[in-house]
């Protein structure tokens, strides 16, 4: 039976995990949050369409986000041309699933909580298609596709990997809506 003092340790534990997150995300990473949230609005300006992707495990952090850029996080606003890519396998290239739908500037966030054939083969094809890439990845990192604005969490613990991915892709979303509609929340 566990003890009461292994609750308490298990708790605090817990707790130093999620205080070193701030200490991650401070300077370089809320740039990079910065600077993905404008290339998202600089590719809402220009027409085109968000593409998000997670890899085996957060295929539930895609879907959230994709659902909160589309209908609105923290604004109730219009509908922003977001679509969410459905798992796909090794065999099921990126280009097939979406068939002619990318188009050159469009965007794609993937989110990868580590190195993955995947997640290198979606880069290298929507590189190929001229998207503009966006990751969020976790460790090991992703290596011979590096996409143009990478968010790089060395966390190996991943419950809290998923909670900065969400956490991240909140503050983006919250930042892409305040520019395009107003500071209206």
Known sequence: MLTQDFYREFILSQLLDLSELPILLTTEGLEIALQMANKIVEIFQGQKKLYIYGCDHYQHIARDLTQGFHSGLMINRPPLPVE?????????????????????????LIISGEYTQLAESLLKEAKAKNLFTLAFCGYPQLSNHQPELLFYLPIPNRPRLKEAFLMLGHIICTLVESTLYGNSF
């Open 84 to 108: 969410f890519i459905e798992h796909l396998n090794e065999q099921e290239p990126f280009l097939t699933s979406l068939g002619q739908q990318g188009k050159k500037g469009d965007g794609i």
